[in-house]
């Protein structure tokens, strides 16, 4: 893991921050005010702005695979838990791909306003009414 790029990134980021922090303290010496060092406390924070909302949602991401493991290891071979984690699943999906359209609507009605006939094509006028 560590600094290769795998395993915790934000705790490589932290340790390495909190030594370039370390560095500039000293280099710096007694003449380092309290808001320099916040200043630069912001800088090191902010530095990566542009790939903070991919950092966010790749821990998202892994904190909910974690709990989804969790999750589906504690079932185990209980047929009950599996149909109830199956309906609240299929719930889930309703909740977020649901028709926009309600299934009780009528159909609209169409109506025939005509053809426009071109060379190699025809386009029929349809008016639809609700």
Same mark, same amino acid.
């Given at each position: 893991m560590g600094i290769t790029g795998r395993g915790n990134g934000s705790a490589v980021v932290a340790?390495?921050?909190t030594v370039l922090l370390v560095t500039v303290i000293l280099l710096l010496g007694p003449a380092t005010s309290h808001a320099q060092i916040q200043l630069m406390n912001m800088w090191f924070q902010f530095r990566d702005?542009?790939?903070i909302l991919a950092q966010e949602l790749t821990?998202?991401?892994?904190? #909910?695979t974690q709990q989804r493991a969790a999750?589906?290891?504690?079932l185990k071979s209980d047929p009950t838990a599996w149909r109830q984690r199956q309906q609240e699943v299929q719930a889930l999906y309703d909740n977020l791909f649901a028709p926009t359209v309600p299934a009780n #609507?009528?159909?609209p009605k169409v #109506?025939?306003?005509g053809n426009?006939? #071109?060379?190699?094509f025809t386009v029929q006028k349809v008016r639809m009414c609700t």
């Open positions: 340790v390495i921050t702005a542009p790939n821990e998202q991401s892994a904190r #909910r999750a589906i290891a504690a #609507r009528t159909l #109506r025939h306003r426009l006939t #071109r060379d190699g």
